[in-house]
């Protein structure tokens, strides 16, 4: 039998770093970045304040609280449940 060798990071509930970025702030500092060189203009002032206010907020509330914010402005919608504005829906 052979095994396959598996890389485990040595803290598990530690995410994935590079240098002091999250995965995702990574992701969204590349996105903003993206943007400012195909538009140019504001979206270049954007960059810093974007990635400090979404590491703020990952921060200062709970997990899963950027996903729901989306969910509530109707940006995304969230797998097996009813749209935001819904008053009445039967299971």
Known sequence: MEYQKV???QYLHKPYQVLFFEVDELLALVLVFVLALFFGGIFWVLIIP???????LKKRFPRGYI?????ALGLIKLKNSPTYFENEFFE
């Not at 996903?67 to 969910?71: G, K, N, P, S, V």
């Open 50 to 56: 974007f990635v400090y206010l979404l590491s703020y």
């Open 7 to 9: 890389k485990v990071p």
């Open 67 to 71: 996903r729901h914010l989306f969910y």
